[in-house]
């Protein structure tokens, strides 16, 4: 797996086993890493091995979002079986997809900011598997879905649950208080076909697991879900979906939420109000 991240202070980095390089070290020109996006998509990334400078551990960096602006913001509801029966929802017959906008999202490691209590006392955090795509496109077919997708991302989605519950027109409102999107710090690159079934999605809370569920049980995989949107809009690179949540945990100030997806990453973020 390759990595394509940034520092605190935004500038491009590319990672593998080895640690992390400027990326100027392997593709001379690119400045940004959404400039990288096309190449990731295409499997044409350079390797770190290659670089012209030495790795850094990752644990020896402070890194900011991956991308400096995401594109637009897309979430799937209900998208495991299990998490639409504990809502006491149907199950979908589409992906009932929604979008978010860009004043959600908020760097690795949070915080989370709860809204007042006088507009939500019940906000729920729930780790997603996040892809992100690589390349403008339009109808693309579900076989095709892997040459238009650059990479992947652990995110933490919030809702506030008692403004949704209210009425379900409130979803947008309920979805969108600042703070209410987390992204992984690094967007995790694969360097062949990565089988995505097998992979375990969990959402964690204050250490102890609140939700765990495998991709292979959503009711709508990943390449369906890009193919079905690609066939509503034209997709762009640096666009995000937030593909489902195995399950939600209340969360109140002071708590520490994870999103874990194995082999993709992790990311965590404190609650505070």
């Not at 960096?61 to 149907?90: C, M, Q, T, V």
């Not at 403008?136 to 040459?147: G, H, I, L, P, T």
Request: net charge negative; charged share 25%; glycine share 10%.
């Amino acid at each position: 797996m390759k990595y394509l991240a940034r520092t605190a202070t935004g500038d491009p980095l590319l990672g593998g086993d080895e640690g992390y390089v400027p990326l100027g070290a392997v593709e001379p020109g690119i400045e940004r890493v959404c400039d990288a996006l096309p190449l990731a998509a295409a499997g044409d990334l350079g390797d770190v091995a290659d670089a012209t400078a030495d790795p850094v551990p990752a644990a020896d960096l402070s890194f900011g979002p991956p991308l400096g602006s995401f594109g637009k913001l897309w979430g799937i509801g209900l998208n495991y079986a299990e998490h639409a029966g504990d809502l006491d929802e149907r199950r979908p017959e589409e992906p009932a997809s929604f979008m978010k906008p860009s004043s959600v999202l908020t760097g690795p490691g949070g915080p989370i900011r709860l809204p007042p209590a006088s507009q939500s006392e019940r906000v729920t955090a729930e780790a997603e598997l996040a892809v992100v795509m690589g390349r403008a496109c339009r109808n693309v077919d579900e076989s095709d879905v892997d040459d238009v997708v650059a990479g992947f991302l652990p995110v933490i989605d919030m809702t506030a649950e008692d403004v949704l519950q209210r009425n379900p027109r409130f979803l947008t409102r309920a979805k969108s208080y600042d703070t209410f999107l987390v992204p992984g710090a690094a967007l995790a690159v694969p360097e062949g076909p990565l089988d995505l079934d097998a992979l375990s999605v969990r959402t964690e809370v204050n250490g102890e697991v609140a939700a765990e569920n495998e991709v292979r049980n959503m009711l709508f995989p990943p390449a369906e879900i890009v193919s079905f949107h690609s066939d509503v809009m034209t997709l762009k690179p640096g666009d995000l979906f937030s593909t489902g949540t195995p399950g939600a945990a209340r969360i109140e100030p002071g708590d520490e939420v994870r999103a874990v997806v194995e082999s993709i990453g992790t990311v965590t973020a404190p609650v505070t109000r």
